[in-house]
């Protein structure tokens, strides 16, 4: 997410918005089960290395590492205005976009050392590996573009292209790729291998998409936008459905064993919970979360849902946003 775009969230903090609408709400027993504790700073992204049994939030500038069993957190990765970090390399490294110097970062996994710096485009912010070619995708945010690497070599395997400022993206196995273009509302889809795009795609019941996650069974798309979530169908573009989910998303993940999106609202701190059964979606519950948890990450293992969030005081200059309180950065764990 940009850096003016994370102010503005941050901003609309102090007041806080409306619980989100749910449609047919039957609850599902999720509710917040844990919290870890973890140093003062802002946060992006959030994501879970499977392989070591963590949740890595790019938090600031460095990426925060917490124990999934012991909930005990450490540091690495020292850099500025870190986005994501994304393991690479069946887990043995760490891709985390940095960006203050516009670039991506490669770190192994085990000591934390540096192995790569790689030159992006500017303002480096998600990222997301396809398996199909082997490629990291790194969303320039600020560049409209999209950088590949070869994580294997730590080379530029070349750009694509997009136009606008570019959000979360998702693979679809066979070398596509969909991006969110949060100032145009839409997703565009985009050939890998051949380095281009196919088609933009109007998300016509969005503002500002953020999240962005894939349904492989049903080939849908589902992008979470500020007090909407659309569902789109992947092949054609065409959206089947605008759902009204809580203000402040900057996320969405999807369980394709349960068949559960989730997504979260940091404005009015609350995770939307929506079943689909046969290609359509309903919100089935709202789970009470904390205003500020606005990325999300899932671990597919257990189904539960990790929530980076913190508490703030009131705003103290008109425009900017408002004081993070010491001592209160967190990790929701949101489970059943």
């Known amino acids: ?129 396809d398996a199909h070619t082997g490629l990291a995708l790194v969303m320039d945010h600020a560049a409209g573009q999209i950088t590949l690497i070869d994580p294997k070599t730590h080379k530029i395997a070349g750009t694509i292209e997009v136009g606008g400022d570019l959000e979360a993206a998702v693979t679809d196995g066979t070398g596509k790729a969909f991006v969110n273009v949060e100032n145009k509302n839409e997703v565009v889809a985009i050939d890998i291998g051949e380095k281009r795009v196919l088609a933009h795609y109007p998300l016509t019941g969005c503002d500002g998409p953020t999240g962005l996650a894939y349904d492989a069974a049903d080939k849908l798309l589902i992008a979470a936008c500020d007090g909407s979530t659309d569902v789109v169908d992947a092949k054609t573009g065409k959206v089947l459905q605008t759902l009204t989910t809580g203000k402040g998303a900057d996320g969405v993940v999807f369980d394709p064993r349960q068949k559960l999106a989730f997504v979260p609202s940091g404005r009015a701190g609350n995770l939307a919970v929506i079943a689909f059964v046969k290609g359509k979606g309903t919100i089935v519950d709202t789970v009470p979360t904390q205003v500020g948890a606005r990325t999300i990450a899932i671990d597919e293992r257990s189904g539960r849902v990790y929530l980076p969030t913190a508490k703030f005081g009131p705003v103290t200059t008109p425009g900017r946003r408002p004081p993070m309180l010491p001592g209160t950065f967190q990790i929701l764990v949101v489970g059943k």
């Open 1 to 129: 997410m940009s850096v003016s775009r994370i102010a503005l969230l941050c901003f609309g903090l102090c007041a806080i918005g409306g619980a989100a609408a749910a449609a047919d709400v039957v609850g599902t027993g999720y509710h917040v089960v844990d919290r870890i504790d973890g140093p003062d700073g802002s946060w992006d992204y959030i994501r879970v290395d499977a392989s070591h049994n963590r949740v890595l939030t790019a938090h600031g500038g460095s990426v925060m590492s917490a124990d999934i069993a012991t909930k005990a957190v450490s540091s690495f990765g020292a850099g500025s205005i870190l986005h994501d970090a994304m393991p690479v390399n069946a887990g043995a490294e760490v891709l985390v976009t940095n960006g203050g110097t516009a670039t991506a970062v490669f770190i192994d996994a085990k000591t934390n050392a540096v192995l790569a710096t790689v030159e992006t485009g500017k303002g480096p912010d998600a990222a997301a590996f």
